[in-house]
């Protein structure tokens, strides 16, 4: 398979979140050339020779320069002006777009539908932008796991962020994936109880999990996460209830590696679990 990395350079957005670092890492192992995105200065941490950008993906006129002399862009899902910035990444010459969705773009669920709309819209946008672009849509990622929940035996396939960057990286230096829209997900259907089960397995004692209300649900997630996905939250729990959650084996497809397991993520944070 051709190696296209040697002729890229790619912008990654979102270069200090979850996904976009370990996309970043995996693209800097390939020695590809990259530029860093964050909206905050302060906190773009990146290594030598990586060059770094600063602006908004809500505000294009921010991202002057952002896309100069880059031909491949890894993409969040942000863009209240999606017009604008798909016009800054044609104007600069961008090519290609990998594009981090969601599994929600193929959820027709009520509670999906926020989601599901959002980042259809920006997919929809590369498309008709006539960028070529590779949809990564990936299920539930693994860090969202609590043990304060309302339906413990809500089901997920949780996925390790690492394996959706490996995911990326393969797109960008392969570009056998163009045109897809790929659901990415862990490689077990987990009930929440499950997941709590395996973090107690690994720290070798027992976790206590408590199953509190819908209503003290809400008013603890209305802590952490913005008001308007509360509701859809606990809505897709008390949907996911008995419903095996989708497995696919694209990760393992694409990387010619088994997708990480909730127990092997477990275990590499067991150090974190430990803590009181
Ligand atoms: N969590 C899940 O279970 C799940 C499931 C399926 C899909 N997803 C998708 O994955 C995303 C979360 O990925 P993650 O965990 O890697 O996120 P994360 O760790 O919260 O990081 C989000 C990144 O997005 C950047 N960002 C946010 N708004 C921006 C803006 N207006 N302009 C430029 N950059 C912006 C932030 O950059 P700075 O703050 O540095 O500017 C940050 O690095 C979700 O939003 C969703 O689209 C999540």
């Given at each position: 398979?051709?190696?296209?990395?040697?002729?890229?350079?790619?912008?990654?957005?979102?270069?200090?979140?979850?996904?976009?670092?370990?996309?970043?890492?995996?693209?800097?192992?390939?020695?590809?050339?990259?530029?860093?995105?964050?909206?905050?200065?302060?906190?773009?941490?990146?290594?030598?020779?990586?060059?770094?950008?600063?602006?908004?993906?809500?505000?294009?006129?921010?991202?002057?320069?952002?896309?100069?002399?880059?031909?491949?862009?890894?993409?969040?899902?942000?863009?209240?002006?999606?017009?604008?910035?798909?016009?800054?990444?044609?104007?600069?010459?961008?090519?290609?777009?990998?594009f981090?969705s969601?599994?929600?773009a193929?959820?027709?669920?009520?509670?999906?539908?926020?989601?599901?709309?959002?980042h259809l819209a920006v997919e929809n946008a590369i498309a008709?932008?006539?960028?070529?672009y590779?949809f990564?849509?990936?299920?539930?990622?693994?860090?969202?796991?609590?043990?304060?929940?309302?339906?413990?035996?809500?089901?997920?396939?949780?996925?390790?962020?690492?394996?959706?960057?490996?995911?990326?990286?393969?797109?960008?230096?392969?570009?056998?994936?163009?045109?897809?829209a790929?659901?990415?997900?862990?490689?077990?259907?987990?009930?929440?109880?499950?997941?709590?089960?395996?973090?107690?397995?690994?720290?070798?004692?027992?976790?206590?999990?408590?199953?509190?209300?819908?209503?003290?649900?809400?008013?603890?997630?209305?802590?952490?996460?913005?008001?308007?996905?509360?509701?859809?939250?606990?809505?897709?729990?008390?949907?996911?209830?008995?419903?095996?959650?989708?497995?696919?084996?694209?990760?393992?497809?694409?990387?010619?590696?088994?997708?990480?397991?909730?127990?092997?993520?477990?275990?590499?944070?067991?150090?974190?679990?430990?803590?009181?």
């Amino acid at each position: 398979m051709m190696d296209h990395g040697a002729t890229m350079k790619i912008l990654v957005t979102g270069a200090m979140g979850g996904v976009g670092r370990s996309v970043l890492d995996g693209l800097l192992r390939k020695q590809v050339a990259v530029r860093a995105l964050s909206r905050h200065p302060e906190k773009l941490q990146v290594p030598d020779g990586v060059e770094k950008a600063i602006g908004d993906l809500n505000e294009p006129e921010t991202l002057k320069g952002a896309f100069d002399g880059v031909n491949a862009v890894f993409l969040y899902a942000q863009g209240k002006n999606l017009p604008a910035l798909m016009e800054n990444m044609k104007r600069a010459g961008v090519e290609y777009v990998v594009f981090l969705s969601t599994i929600d773009a193929t959820n027709e669920h009520d509670y999906a539908q926020h989601n599901r709309q959002r980042h259809l819209a920006v997919e929809n946008a590369i498309a008709a932008a006539g960028f070529h672009y590779t949809f990564l849509r990936p299920g539930a990622f693994v860090e969202e796991s609590i043990v304060r929940i309302p339906y413990p035996d809500a089901q997920q396939a949780p996925i390790d962020e690492p394996d959706i960057a490996a995911v990326a990286v393969s797109a960008f230096l392969s570009r056998s994936l163009d045109a897809q829209a790929i659901v990415l997900t862990g490689p077990q259907s987990l009930t929440q109880r499950q997941q709590v089960e395996c973090i107690s397995n690994a720290v070798g004692r027992p976790i206590r999990m408590e199953t509190i209300s819908e209503e003290q649900a809400r008013a603890w997630l209305a802590t952490i996460i913005p008001p308007g996905y509360v509701t859809l939250l606990v809505s897709q729990w008390r949907d996911e209830v008995g419903v095996t959650a989708q497995v696919t084996d694209a990760v393992e497809r694409v990387t010619g590696r088994p997708a990480t397991t909730y127990a092997d993520w477990v275990k590499r944070y067991a150090k974190v679990f430990h803590k009181p």
